[in-house]
């Protein structure tokens, strides 16, 4: 057990639905990131958090946003859900807002969409 | 952009052999490298990571090295064993514009036969 907490662990869904994921990092970490897993793929990153503040962005589409509230828990919002978002997606935290901290991955929230 | 390839996608060994899994990077700048073990259903963990100040790290049965100017690190599992059989990742830091991100390999799916 990494200490980060997600939830929910499934989810299905329609196409053109607004989901929320959420995300608890361990205690005492500052860091939230985003990540989504789809079949034959790797981890793509999406977007960190640091203490409140967006810190980084990658590949995130205009359709998912990320904020971190003051009890540093994060959550992701997928709107206007298509076929292709249906991943598992993973969120991790770590002490501080450098990639060089390890990141404790949480247990991952599975997105089907139909 | 940033690229990160892994190589072989899979690796198929006897228990006992030793495994080696390649990862080459983009990023003349980045300077750590970390290795998750992912398996299956189960979340990424940090197994390994070498910063760019090293050429080698050994934990146990697993090492890695690095060639920075070759831009290139090696993943070596030695005595493997069945429960080493999982999907690994490497990863290398990217800076860009005063954030900085992981880049993640696509994952090598290794199995160890008994």
């Known amino acids: 057990d990494s200490g980060v907490t997600q939830t929910p662990k499934h989810l299905i869904t329609a196409t053109g639905q607004r989901v929320t994921l959420r995300c608890s990092p361990r205690s005492g970490d500052l860091s939230v990131y985003w990540y989504q897993q789809s079949l034959d793929q790797g981890l793509q990153f999406l977007i960190q958090y640091y203490n409140g503040e967006e810190r980084a962005k990658g590949n995130i589409l205009e359709r998912f946003s990320a904020q971190q509230f003051p009890d540093l828990h994060s959550e992701l919002n997928l709107s206007s859900l298509e076929l292709g978002d249906s991943a598992l997606y993973f969120c991790a935290s770590s002490v501080a807002w450098a990639e060089t901290y390890e990141q404790y991955f949480g247990p991952g929230t599975r997105l089907t969409v139909t | 952009g940033e690229n990160v390839e892994q190589h072989p996608s899979t690796l198929s060994v006897q228990e006992g052999d030793s495994a080696v899994i390649k990862c080459t990077y983009s990023d003349s700048a980045s300077n750590y490298f970390p290795w998750y073990k992912q398996e299956l259903g189960k979340r990424p963990q940090l197994i390994i990571d070498?910063?760019?100040?090293?050429g080698e790290k050994k934990d146990q049965r697993i090492a890695v090295t690095l060639n920075k100017t070759a831009k290139h690190f090696s993943l070596h599992i030695t005595e493997t064993q069945p429960e080493d059989s999982a999907v690994y990742f490497c990863a290398a830091n990217h800076l860009q514009g005063g954030s900085e991100k992981l880049v993640f390999g696509k994952g090598t799916k290794l199995t160890v036969n008994p």
């Open positions: 070498i910063r760019s100040n090293v």
